[in-house]
Structures are given as structure tokens and as C-alpha cells.
């Protein structure tokens, strides 16, 4: 039987404004990117959760990570220049994301993108580094991470922040264990989408069918039903299908992989080019569409992902954010995503949250040291009333041997 025309892991969110020409700028390419990169990596990283679902909003990770990336120098900036595929120098791409933050925030029509930054009380950031999480609009708080209690209400109130500006669809991102007493800056990046399609699905259309998924696995679940103005292309490989919401703001792309072709091995070579040719060949018709009506969560601790992308100076020991404060003590902790979306007959709803957890550097200390005294060394017994030496010695080697 011939799968229905969807592939839940491969759902792309165009967004579509109306000032559509002025924001195709080298930070969208780039982002773009970035974001079939990343989709490459988690698949990869889980392939043995390969039967499971997975929805991430690689804008929200771009976003905090930008704010990051300012504060970042030498090989820290590269690494997370190249794999953000920054095409300008560091002011202008922050320019150039800035303008583009600012075009969305003029137009909250089907979404919208908050950003915050909660320091240290009492830590010393660089003014120009405050002034470039300003030029994000992100909102500045202070918190006293050092101290266990007030760390707590801390990780409420980010929890908060989050809820407020995902409309309640992600209410903890962050749990009381993701922050410490090294905790020293916390960047957030919050979005939230809400968008009817263009033409409603009718609800007592809405009817049970079957879902075939990996090796053919047979899953039955509500299907949404309707005749729909769509734009479809196709390939040797695979089926689009172009979907609309309303007042054309955005647009859902589903790729659907061909019946002998593995959605994992398809993935694993899915890049913008290959999406632009299948943008760029859609047609318009009028379709019978029957597509699952569903819900993902997901959450990622994403520095794993991010690493293996090449961004590894960045969370070691030699991090380099001096244009965070001027010094070279700071290193990113974790990056926290979470995000979720919900398909139904109305149209979409999806929400996503990241957190940079930038944190100070320490030494690792084992708390149970080993010491192993296997050479010569020399011993000295000292009585400690007066903390006079009475004996000294020298040993070489053992007396006997076996």
C-alpha cells in the first residue's frame, strides 16, 4: 500500500514574509544551513531511536548561540563561525541577524521570537558585550547562581520567562541540576508559532488510517482530511508537499521518502541543496490530502550534537569569551533545547526554548586523590611540640624482594 504523504521527522517551517525580498540576506543562507547540518547530526547521533519522532527548532539554537557567539574570540569565534556558517566578519553578521530580528518583530502575525539573558549579581560583563545582547532586545536580569536557594528561584523564573513567551507549550526547560554555583550567564531564545492553514481541514473528516512506518510497521492513528490547494514536486528519491497557512505567513514542506528509500539514509544526505531543487520544481494543484494528525515534544542536551558539528573550543578549557568580560575564564556549560508542535485540523501550533549555560572554568579535582610512592624518596619524623626534626631517612629500595 502506498504510503500517505508525510514524513514527520523531515517537517520544515518556512516562514514567509511579506517583506520577503529584504530578509534574504547571507544570516538566512546561513541559518538555513545550519539547520539541515544539525538535522543530519541528531539523526545520526540517534540512530538507535530511529523509530522515534523528533521536532527541534534550529532558529531558537541559532539565535542563543548568536548572542554567544559575540562574546566569543580567536579559535573559539572560528569554530563557531564555521559551523554556524557565518559568510561575514563578526560585527556584520551581527548586523545583519540583528536587522533580521527586527524585520520579525515588526510582523507578529503568526509568530513570534523573544530573547533574555540572566547574569550573575555582581559579575563583570563588558559594556560592548552588554550593548551587543541589547541590539538582540534580549531582556537582562541578575540572579545569585553561587547560592543553592537563590540558584533554585533562578531556574524558576527563567521557567517562567519561558512559559510567558511559548504560550504555556514548554513550561520547564531548564531543572534545578542544569545550573550550579559556577553558573555565571544564562542566554535564552524563546519562539512561538501559531498559524491556521490557509484552508481548514474539516473535523468530521478526521477519520482513523493506517501510518506505515519503519520496515513497513503498521500503526493506526487520526488522519486529517481535505481537498487542498498544495504545491507537490518529486524526485527519485522523494515526495514534497507544499502547504499554506493562512494570508500566506508561512508554509509546512513535507518530504516524503520513496518506499525503497530508508528514511535514515535518506536524512543522512539531506541538505539545503537538495531541498532548494525540490522547492524550486513544486507545482500547484488542487489534492486530496490525508495527513496524521499528531504532537511531538522533544528535548536535547545539544553540546554532544554541537561538538561533533566542530564547535568544541567553545565548551573546554580553552574557551576564549574574553568579549564576554575581558577575561578567558568562561566556557559554555550545555546548550538545552526543547521544543513542541501540535498538527491538527485548524492548523499549527509549535514552540521552542533554548539556553546557553555559560559557566567558569575550574580545575578537575578528584575528590579521592591517589598518590603512589614508587621511587626513591626521602622520609623525616618530626615530633610536633616543638617541631623538632628527630629522624630522617632515605629510601631506595625494599629490603628483601621476592
Known sequence: ?????LLIIGIAISVTMCSQNS?????????????????????????????????????????????????????????MRKVMKFKKDQTESHNEFVKLLNEYKNDKSVFTITNAAVAQKDYHFLDSYLNCLKDFDA??????????????????????WVAKNTNKKITELLSKNDL????????????????????????????????????????????INGTQNVELSENDEAQMMKIDYENNKASMFIIMPKENVDIDTYISDFDKDKFDALVKSLQTFKADVSMPKFKIESRFEMKKYLMD????????????????????NLLIDEVIHKAVVEVSEKGTEAA?????????????????????????????IRENGNNAILFIGKYVKPEKTK
Open 309 to 328: 558539528m566542530g564547535i568544541k573550543a567553545a565548551f573546554s578549557k580553552s574557551a576564549d569569551f574574553s568579549k564576554m568580560n575581558g577575561k578567558s
Open 180 to 223: 550550579d554555583e559556577l553558573t555565571r550567564l544564562v542566554l535564552l531564545n524563546a519562539i512561538y508559532f501559531n498559524a491556521k492553514w490557509a484552508t481548514e481541514f474539516k473535523a468530521d473528516k478526521t477519520r482513523q488510517m493506517t501510518f506505515y512506518g519503519k520496515n513497513s510497521v503498521e500503526y493506526v492513528t487520526d488522519f
Open 23 to 79: 530578509t534574504q540576506n547571507t544570516i538566512v543562507e546561513s541559518n538555513n544551513e545550519f539547520t539541515f547540518d544539525l538535522l543530519q547530526r541528531i539523526n545520526a547521533s540517534d540512530a538507535e531511536k530511529s523509530g522515534t519522532n523528533m521536532f527541534v527548532s534550529p532558529f531558537s539554537i541559532y539565535d542563543a548561540l548568536a548572542m554567544a557567539y559575540d562574546g566569543a574570540a580567536k579559535k573559539t569565534a572560528t569554530e
Open 1 to 5: 500500500m502506498k504510503r500517505e504523504l
Open 139 to 160: 531582556t537582562l536580569s541578575l540572579a545569585n547562581f553561587s547560592d543553592a536557594t537563590e540558584r533554585s528561584d533562578a531556574v524558576k523564573k527563567i521557567n517562567e
Open 352 to 380: 521552542a526554548a533554548t539556553a546557553v549555560v555559560v559557566r567558569e572554568k575550574t580545575m578537575v579535582v578528584n575528590k579521592n586523590p591517589k598518590v603512589t610512592i614508587n621511587r626513591p624518596f626521602v622520609f623525616i
